[in-house]
């Protein structure tokens, strides 16, 4: 039952990994992909009169933001005004979106950010999505 329930999903995975994807649970909904990249994934969906465009990006901490943030760029560009909407876990932190500190991958995201004019979404006082876990004396 679980199985046939998630093959009615349309699911749409970035190219050659399985680190992020967009995933459609509703069947009304008729999305076309626009491109799937190494590090970004995008669609289309007609909503209203004027269509809007989804992507989802992720970056692990460990390869440079910069092909990340030149796949977003190329995306971005290809669209003629249309109304898009990020989700991305770029591993880069910033006071902007809560974190105590600034790394130069926040620092080169929120440039990224501002020269698009992209506004963020988050809320700085939101808890992280995830926490590494730190292991103390006397806890088991």
Same mark, same amino acid.
């Given at each position: 039952?679980?199985?046939?329930f998630?093959?009615?999903?349309?699911?749409?995975? +970035?190219?050659?990994q399985?680190?992020?994807?967009?995933?459609?649970?509703?069947?009304?909904?008729?999305?076309?992909?626009?491109?799937?990249?190494?590090?970004?994934?995008?669609?289309?969906?007609?909503?209203?009169q004027?269509?809007?465009?989804?992507?989802?990006?992720?970056?692990?901490?460990?390869?440079?933001?910069?092909?990340? +943030?030149?796949?977003?760029?190329?995306?971005?560009?290809?669209?003629?005004?249309?109304?898009?909407?990020?989700?991305?876990?770029?591993?880069?932190?910033?006071?902007?979106?809560?974190?105590?500190?600034?790394?130069?991958?926040?620092?080169?995201?929120?440039?990224?950010?501002?020269?698009?004019?992209?506004?963020?979404?988050?809320?700085?006082?939101?808890?992280?999505?995830?926490?590494?876990?730190?292991?103390?004396?006397?806890?088991?």
């Amino acid at each position: 039952m679980l199985c046939s329930f998630f093959q009615s999903w349309t699911v749409f995975p +970035l190219q050659n990994q399985k680190k992020s994807a967009i995933t459609i649970v509703n069947k009304n909904f008729k999305p076309s992909i626009i491109v799937s990249k190494k590090y970004a994934v995008a669609f289309k969906l007609q909503t209203g009169q004027n269509p809007a465009t989804f992507i989802s990006a992720y970056n692990s901490p460990y390869p440079n933001i910069q092909e990340t +943030l030149q796949e977003l760029q190329e995306i971005i560009t290809s669209l003629r005004d249309e109304s898009i909407i990020i989700g991305a876990d770029l591993n880069g932190h910033h006071t902007m979106w809560g974190y105590r500190a600034i790394n130069s991958r926040g620092d080169r995201i929120l440039k990224f950010l501002l020269a698009k004019n992209l506004f963020i979404a988050n809320s700085p006082d939101a808890p992280p999505t995830f926490e590494r876990g730190i292991f103390k004396e006397g806890q088991t």
